[in-house]
T-cell receptor, first 113, second 116 residues
């Protein structure tokens, strides 16, 4: 799996958009970008994933650059409950998917009231 | 909607004792994963099972073993417990045939093991 780099921490004001960057410059053509988050001591939670097109769901939007070397997770209207560690994971879909995901050092997002 | 169920939620053991954690995946999910998260650490992948067969192995100690049963539930057995085994243990499940969604894991609430 390609290596990812994320800032260790970020602050965002409540109600504003939170933009979390992730660099994955060695990503290969068949690797997807997945985002998970972990609220303190809870199980990690899947947010969104994409290959090359921008994606949006009820939780967030994922913007992937044209060269696919970086991406941004956008939480459009951050709330205090969005305070969590956010993990960007690059992973190939091999048709199996039973291999464990590797959680690296994510971004601790703190939403300020 | 049904989620991943883990039991027990909390467990306290003495050093050198044995502990067993159980995981009940989301119905129709065929793959189970186990993760360990020590204090202040990121979740570390231990082992996964697909259709009751071990699929992938991470940093699981030799003192630990796991299996997946015919009803797809899984158990993580930990023997000769050490202080360093104190951690949150998460189970997750996924549907392997779900395309790129095969890497969409649903995690349980975790089991907190404390070794004294």
């Amino acid at each position: 799996d390609a290596k990812t780099t994320q800032p260790p921490s970020m602050d965002c004001a409540e109600g504003r958009a939170a933009n979390l960057p992730c660099n994955h410059s060695t990503i290969s053509g068949n690797e997807y970008v997945y985002w998970y988050r972990q609220i303190h001591s809870q199980g990690p939670q899947y947010i969104i994933h994409g290959l090359k097109n921008n994606e949006t769901n009820e939780m967030a939007s994922l913007i992937i650059t044209e060269d696919r070397k970086s991406s941004t997770l956008i939480l459009p209207h951050a709330t205090l409950r969005d305070t969590a560690v956010y993990y960007c994971i690059v992973r190939v879909y091999s048709g199996g998917g039973a291999d464990g995901l590797t959680f690296g050092k994510g971004t601790h997002l703190i939403i300020q009231p | 909607a049904a989620g991943v169920i883990q039991s027990p939620r909390h467990l306290i053991k003495e050093k050198r004792e044995t502990a067993t954690l159980k995981c009940y995946p989301i119905p129709r999910h065929d793959t189970v994963y186990w993760y360990q998260q020590g204090p202040g650490q990121d979740p570390q992948f231990l082992i996964s099972f697909y259709e009751k067969m071990q699929s992938d192995k991470g940093s699981i100690p030799d003192r630990f073993s796991a299996q997946q049963f015919s009803d797809y539930h899984s158990e993580l057995n930990m023997s000769s417990l050490e202080l360093g085994d104190s951690a949150l243990y998460f189970c997750a499940s996924s549907l392997r045939t779900g395309g790129s969604g095969a890497n969409v894991l649903t995690f349980g609430a975790g089991s907190r093991l404390t070794v004294l």
